[in-house]
Protein backbone atom coordinates (compact mmCIF):
# COMPACT_ATOMS: atom_id res chain seq x y z
CA UNK A 1 0.00 0.00 0.00
CA UNK A 2 2.60 2.51 0.64
CA UNK A 3 4.42 1.42 -2.23
CA UNK A 4 1.51 2.36 -4.12
CA UNK A 5 1.31 5.61 -2.69
CA UNK A 6 4.88 6.67 -2.74
CA UNK A 7 4.85 5.97 -6.92
CA UNK A 8 1.54 7.61 -7.00
CA UNK A 9 3.12 10.76 -5.50
CA UNK A 10 5.75 10.67 -7.70
CA UNK A 11 3.78 10.55 -10.83
CA UNK A 12 2.01 13.64 -9.51
CA UNK A 13 4.90 15.15 -8.69
CA UNK A 14 6.31 14.65 -12.68
CA UNK A 15 3.28 16.31 -13.88
CA UNK A 16 3.25 19.15 -12.21
CA UNK A 17 7.00 19.79 -13.47
CA UNK A 18 6.04 19.50 -17.13
CA UNK A 19 3.09 21.42 -16.37
CA UNK A 20 5.21 24.63 -15.37
CA UNK A 21 7.68 24.29 -17.61
CA UNK A 22 4.93 24.26 -20.26
CA UNK A 23 3.84 27.36 -18.58
CA UNK A 24 6.58 29.01 -19.34
CA UNK A 25 7.30 28.90 -22.30
CA UNK A 26 7.85 32.22 -24.01
CA UNK A 27 4.81 33.22 -26.49
CA UNK A 28 6.14 33.57 -30.80
CA UNK A 29 5.01 36.37 -31.98
CA UNK A 30 6.00 35.82 -36.12
CA UNK A 31 3.08 34.85 -37.61
CA UNK A 32 5.15 33.99 -41.12
CA UNK A 33 6.90 31.33 -39.15
CA UNK A 34 4.27 29.29 -36.72
CA UNK A 35 1.77 27.12 -38.29
CA UNK A 36 -0.81 29.44 -35.99
CA UNK A 37 -1.96 33.01 -37.04
CA UNK A 38 -4.55 35.43 -35.18
CA UNK A 39 -5.51 39.11 -36.67
CA UNK A 40 -7.57 41.61 -36.02
CA UNK A 41 -10.31 43.48 -38.42
CA UNK A 42 -8.39 46.63 -37.50
CA UNK A 43 -6.01 48.13 -36.11
CA UNK A 44 -7.75 50.53 -33.50
CA UNK A 45 -10.99 50.24 -31.85
CA UNK A 46 -13.37 52.54 -29.32
CA UNK A 47 -15.54 52.10 -26.93
CA UNK A 48 -18.56 50.06 -28.80
CA UNK A 49 -16.96 48.81 -31.50
CA UNK A 50 -17.31 44.90 -32.59
CA UNK A 51 -13.31 43.54 -32.53
CA UNK A 52 -13.63 40.97 -35.18
CA UNK A 53 -10.36 38.04 -34.58
CA UNK A 54 -10.02 35.22 -36.90
CA UNK A 55 -7.00 33.17 -38.16
CA UNK A 56 -5.88 29.63 -39.35
CA UNK A 57 -4.46 27.03 -38.34
CA UNK A 58 -2.13 24.88 -40.88
CA UNK A 59 -2.27 21.67 -39.46
CA UNK A 60 -4.97 20.60 -37.43
CA UNK A 61 -4.79 17.85 -34.64
CA UNK A 62 -5.90 14.38 -34.75
CA UNK A 63 -8.53 15.04 -32.32
CA UNK A 64 -10.88 18.14 -31.74
CA UNK A 65 -9.51 20.68 -29.58
CA UNK A 66 -10.32 24.34 -29.45
CA UNK A 67 -8.33 27.34 -29.80
CA UNK A 68 -8.04 29.39 -27.32
CA UNK A 69 -8.40 33.31 -27.32
CA UNK A 70 -7.46 35.74 -24.77
CA UNK A 71 -7.09 39.45 -24.48
CA UNK A 72 -5.18 41.41 -22.37
CA UNK A 73 -4.95 45.14 -20.69
CA UNK A 74 -1.79 47.30 -21.03
CA UNK A 75 -1.06 46.58 -17.62
CA UNK A 76 -1.13 43.05 -17.98
CA UNK A 77 -4.84 41.88 -17.30
CA UNK A 78 -6.90 39.11 -18.90
CA UNK A 79 -10.01 40.90 -19.47
CA UNK A 80 -11.92 38.05 -21.49
CA UNK A 81 -10.87 34.49 -22.63
CA UNK A 82 -13.13 32.58 -25.10
CA UNK A 83 -12.50 29.19 -26.60
CA UNK A 84 -13.44 28.67 -30.26
CA UNK A 85 -13.47 25.57 -32.63
CA UNK A 86 -11.62 25.73 -35.81
CA UNK A 87 -13.54 24.41 -38.84
CA UNK A 88 -12.45 21.80 -40.97
CA UNK A 89 -10.02 23.97 -42.88
CA UNK A 90 -8.48 24.97 -39.87
CA UNK A 91 -10.42 28.91 -40.24
CA UNK A 92 -11.84 30.45 -36.87
CA UNK A 93 -13.08 33.47 -35.62
CA UNK A 94 -15.05 35.34 -32.94
CA UNK A 95 -15.83 38.63 -32.04
CA UNK A 96 -15.17 40.71 -29.18
CA UNK A 97 -17.68 44.09 -27.51
CA UNK A 98 -15.16 46.92 -27.30
CA UNK A 99 -15.63 48.65 -23.73
CA UNK A 100 -16.74 46.98 -20.53
CA UNK A 101 -13.40 45.68 -18.62
CA UNK A 102 -11.77 46.98 -21.47
CA UNK A 103 -11.98 50.26 -19.10
CA UNK A 104 -8.65 51.95 -20.36
CA UNK A 105 -6.72 52.88 -23.51
CA UNK A 106 -3.71 52.10 -24.75
CA UNK A 107 -2.32 48.45 -26.64
CA UNK A 108 -3.92 45.86 -25.89
CA UNK A 109 -2.73 42.13 -26.75
CA UNK A 110 -4.52 39.57 -28.58
CA UNK A 111 -3.39 35.92 -27.69
CA UNK A 112 -4.12 33.10 -29.06
CA UNK A 113 -2.99 29.00 -28.02
CA UNK A 114 -3.74 25.79 -29.91
CA UNK A 115 -2.41 22.59 -28.27
CA UNK A 116 1.12 23.55 -27.80
CA UNK A 117 1.11 26.63 -30.15
CA UNK A 118 0.55 30.14 -28.90
CA UNK A 119 1.19 33.73 -31.26
CA UNK A 120 -0.36 36.94 -30.00
CA UNK A 121 -1.07 40.00 -31.99
CA UNK A 122 -1.56 43.79 -30.90
CA UNK A 123 -4.03 46.54 -31.32
CA UNK A 124 -4.78 50.60 -29.69
CA UNK A 125 -7.47 50.75 -27.82
CA UNK A 126 -9.56 54.24 -26.86
CA UNK A 127 -11.97 55.28 -24.84
CA UNK A 128 -14.78 57.49 -26.02
CA UNK A 129 -15.68 59.80 -23.25
CA UNK A 130 -18.48 62.42 -24.16
CA UNK A 131 -17.57 65.55 -25.01
CA UNK A 132 -19.12 68.42 -22.49
CA UNK A 133 -21.44 70.75 -24.25
CA UNK A 134 -20.82 74.28 -23.69
CA UNK A 135 -23.81 76.24 -22.31
CA UNK A 136 -24.88 79.87 -23.95
CA UNK A 137 -23.66 82.46 -21.76
CA UNK A 138 -26.74 83.99 -20.33
CA UNK A 139 -27.67 88.15 -21.55
CA UNK A 140 -27.44 90.84 -19.49
CA UNK A 141 -30.55 91.49 -17.57
CA UNK A 142 -31.23 95.50 -17.15
CA UNK A 143 -31.18 96.68 -13.91
CA UNK A 144 -34.25 97.10 -12.17
CA UNK A 145 -35.48 100.11 -10.66
CA UNK A 146 -35.46 100.23 -6.86
CA UNK A 147 -38.05 99.62 -4.82
CA UNK A 148 -38.91 99.83 -1.50
CA UNK A 149 -37.73 97.49 0.77
CA UNK A 150 -40.42 95.14 2.37
CA UNK A 151 -40.79 94.29 5.86
CA UNK A 152 -37.65 91.43 6.94
CA UNK A 153 -39.63 87.72 6.98
CA UNK A 154 -38.28 85.32 8.89
CA UNK A 155 -36.30 82.81 7.40
CA UNK A 156 -37.29 79.42 6.16
CA UNK A 157 -35.55 76.36 8.23
CA UNK A 158 -33.19 74.43 5.59
CA UNK A 159 -34.61 71.26 5.05
CA UNK A 160 -32.11 68.35 5.19
CA UNK A 161 -30.91 67.26 1.96
CA UNK A 162 -31.28 63.10 1.87
CA UNK A 163 -28.62 60.83 2.10
CA UNK A 164 -26.96 59.20 -1.19
CA UNK A 165 -27.72 56.11 -1.88
CA UNK A 166 -24.82 54.01 -2.23
CA UNK A 167 -25.49 50.90 -4.67
CA UNK A 168 -23.50 47.84 -3.97
CA UNK A 169 -21.53 47.10 -7.40
CA UNK A 170 -20.88 43.65 -8.54
CA UNK A 171 -17.92 42.52 -10.13
CA UNK A 172 -19.00 39.27 -12.42
CA UNK A 173 -16.20 37.49 -13.78
CA UNK A 174 -16.61 36.39 -17.76
CA UNK A 175 -19.11 33.61 -18.20
CA UNK A 176 -21.64 35.09 -15.47
CA UNK A 177 -23.83 38.13 -14.86
CA UNK A 178 -25.27 40.35 -12.26
CA UNK A 179 -28.95 39.28 -11.19
CA UNK A 180 -30.02 41.19 -8.34
CA UNK A 181 -26.35 41.89 -6.76
CA UNK A 182 -25.54 37.97 -6.99
CA UNK A 183 -23.62 36.72 -9.88
CA UNK A 184 -25.32 33.96 -11.35
CA UNK A 185 -23.89 31.30 -14.70
CA UNK A 186 -24.82 32.42 -17.83
CA UNK A 187 -27.43 29.73 -19.74
CA UNK A 188 -26.47 28.48 -23.17
CA UNK A 189 -27.78 26.42 -25.45
CA UNK A 190 -24.05 24.65 -25.96
CA UNK A 191 -22.65 25.41 -22.83
CA UNK A 192 -19.06 23.39 -23.96
CA UNK A 193 -18.35 26.17 -26.60
CA UNK A 194 -19.76 29.35 -24.62
CA UNK A 195 -17.82 32.09 -24.44
CA UNK A 196 -16.37 33.34 -21.27
CA UNK A 197 -13.42 32.27 -19.07
CA UNK A 198 -14.10 29.56 -16.94
CA UNK A 199 -11.92 26.45 -15.34
CA UNK A 200 -11.12 24.63 -18.32
CA UNK A 201 -9.74 22.02 -16.15
CA UNK A 202 -12.69 21.50 -13.89
CA UNK A 203 -15.21 21.41 -17.20
CA UNK A 204 -13.05 19.29 -18.44
CA UNK A 205 -13.30 16.71 -15.98
CA UNK A 206 -17.05 17.20 -14.87
CA UNK A 207 -18.51 16.97 -18.59
CA UNK A 208 -20.10 20.00 -18.19
CA UNK A 209 -19.41 24.33 -17.52
CA UNK A 210 -23.27 23.28 -15.75
CA UNK A 211 -22.13 20.74 -13.14
CA UNK A 212 -22.13 21.85 -9.88
CA UNK A 213 -18.37 21.64 -9.29
CA UNK A 214 -17.60 23.96 -11.86
CA UNK A 215 -20.46 26.57 -11.02
CA UNK A 216 -19.67 26.34 -7.33
CA UNK A 217 -15.68 27.09 -8.20
CA UNK A 218 -17.19 30.39 -10.41
CA UNK A 219 -19.31 31.54 -7.94
CA UNK A 220 -16.81 31.66 -5.19
CA UNK A 221 -14.49 33.52 -7.69
CA UNK A 222 -17.01 36.47 -8.55
CA UNK A 223 -19.06 36.58 -4.99
CA UNK A 224 -15.87 36.48 -2.59
CA UNK A 225 -12.66 37.31 -4.25
CA UNK A 226 -13.59 39.71 -7.61
CA UNK A 227 -15.48 41.73 -4.84
CA UNK A 228 -12.52 42.49 -2.45
CA UNK A 229 -9.11 44.11 -3.26
CA UNK A 230 -6.99 41.30 -2.08
CA UNK A 231 -9.29 38.69 -4.37
CA UNK A 232 -8.72 40.57 -7.37
CA UNK A 233 -5.14 40.84 -6.97
CA UNK A 234 -4.98 37.25 -6.21
CA UNK A 235 -6.81 36.10 -9.28
CA UNK A 236 -5.17 38.68 -11.99
CA UNK A 237 -1.90 36.58 -10.36
CA UNK A 238 -3.31 33.17 -11.05
CA UNK A 239 -5.07 33.74 -14.42
CA UNK A 240 -1.77 34.50 -16.00
CA UNK A 241 -0.49 31.11 -14.50
CA UNK A 242 -3.18 28.89 -14.76
CA UNK A 243 -4.31 29.62 -18.25
CA UNK A 244 -1.06 29.08 -19.28
CA UNK A 245 -1.30 25.46 -19.46
CA UNK A 246 -4.73 24.89 -18.36
CA UNK A 247 -5.86 24.29 -22.39
CA UNK A 248 -3.29 21.24 -22.41
CA UNK A 249 -4.57 19.79 -19.60
CA UNK A 250 -8.14 19.97 -20.73
CA UNK A 251 -7.01 18.47 -24.29
CA UNK A 252 -5.49 15.57 -22.63
CA UNK A 253 -8.75 14.62 -20.40
CA UNK A 254 -10.26 14.70 -23.23
CA UNK A 255 -8.32 12.50 -25.42
CA UNK A 256 -7.79 10.06 -22.21
CA UNK A 257 -10.56 8.75 -20.41
CA UNK A 258 -8.32 7.45 -17.75
CA UNK A 259 -6.37 10.47 -17.36
CA UNK A 260 -9.73 12.45 -17.00
CA UNK A 261 -10.73 10.15 -13.82
CA UNK A 262 -7.37 10.64 -12.24
CA UNK A 263 -7.63 14.60 -12.28
CA UNK A 264 -11.25 14.58 -10.93
CA UNK A 265 -9.78 12.36 -8.24
CA UNK A 266 -7.33 14.89 -7.53
CA UNK A 267 -9.69 17.73 -7.94
CA UNK A 268 -12.21 16.43 -5.51
CA UNK A 269 -10.47 17.54 -2.48
CA UNK A 270 -9.23 20.90 -3.33
CA UNK A 271 -13.05 21.48 -4.32
CA UNK A 272 -13.89 20.56 -0.93
CA UNK A 273 -11.85 22.81 1.11
CA UNK A 274 -13.07 25.96 -1.38
CA UNK A 275 -16.39 25.42 -0.08
CA UNK A 276 -15.28 27.08 3.08
CA UNK A 277 -14.56 30.42 1.04
CA UNK A 278 -18.57 30.59 0.20
CA UNK A 279 -18.90 31.60 4.19
CA UNK A 280 -16.45 35.10 2.99
CA UNK A 281 -18.19 38.41 2.76
CA UNK A 282 -15.87 41.09 3.97
CA UNK A 283 -11.95 42.19 2.46
CA UNK A 284 -10.32 40.46 6.23
CA UNK A 285 -12.88 37.07 5.47
CA UNK A 286 -11.55 36.47 2.41
CA UNK A 287 -8.07 37.38 3.42
CA UNK A 288 -7.79 34.92 6.28
CA UNK A 289 -9.98 32.05 4.91
CA UNK A 290 -7.82 32.29 1.20
CA UNK A 291 -4.74 31.48 3.51
CA UNK A 292 -6.16 29.06 5.63
CA UNK A 293 -7.49 27.12 1.97
CA UNK A 294 -4.24 27.42 0.77
CA UNK A 295 -2.21 26.36 3.06
CA UNK A 296 -4.45 23.43 3.73
CA UNK A 297 -4.13 22.09 0.31
CA UNK A 298 -0.20 22.66 0.54
CA UNK A 299 -0.51 20.30 3.29
CA UNK A 300 -2.65 17.51 1.72
CA UNK A 301 -1.05 17.71 -1.74
CA UNK A 302 2.82 18.35 -0.80
CA UNK A 303 3.60 17.96 2.84
CA UNK A 304 0.92 15.18 3.51
CA UNK A 305 3.07 13.00 0.67
CA UNK A 306 5.99 14.14 1.60
CA UNK A 307 5.80 12.76 5.10
CA UNK A 308 4.99 9.42 4.05
CA UNK A 309 7.22 9.08 1.41
CA UNK A 310 10.37 9.88 4.22
CA UNK A 311 8.69 7.25 6.56
CA UNK A 312 8.48 4.67 3.56
CA UNK A 313 12.74 5.39 3.12
CA UNK A 314 12.79 5.39 7.06
CA UNK A 315 11.78 1.79 7.16
CA UNK A 316 13.02 0.17 3.53
CA UNK A 317 16.90 1.75 5.31
CA UNK A 318 16.07 -0.31 8.59
CA UNK A 319 15.08 -2.93 7.37
CA UNK A 320 18.38 -3.12 5.66
Given at each position: ?????????L???????S????G?T??????????????????????G???????????????E???????????G???????V??????????????????????????R?????Q???????????????????E????????????????P????????????????????????????????????????E???????????????????????????N??????????????????????S??????????PV?K??????????????????????E?????????????????????????????????????
Amino acid sequence: MLKMKLSGFLAFALLSISILSFGLTDAVNAQSDLPLSVNTDSSSYTTGNTIEISGMIKILAEYEQPVVLMIVSPDGNIVTVQQVMPDSDGFYSATVKAGGTMNSGGEYEVRAQYGAQKITNTFDFMTSDPKPTSEPEPEPTPEPEPTPEPEPTPEPEPTPEPEPVVEQVVNCGPGTESVNGVCQVIQTEEPEESEGGGCLIATAAYGSELAPQVQMLREIRDNQLMNTESGSAFMTTFNELYYSFSPTIADMERESPVFKEIVKAGLTPMISTLSIMESAETESEVLGLGLSVIALNLGMYIAAPALIAMKVNQQIRSRI
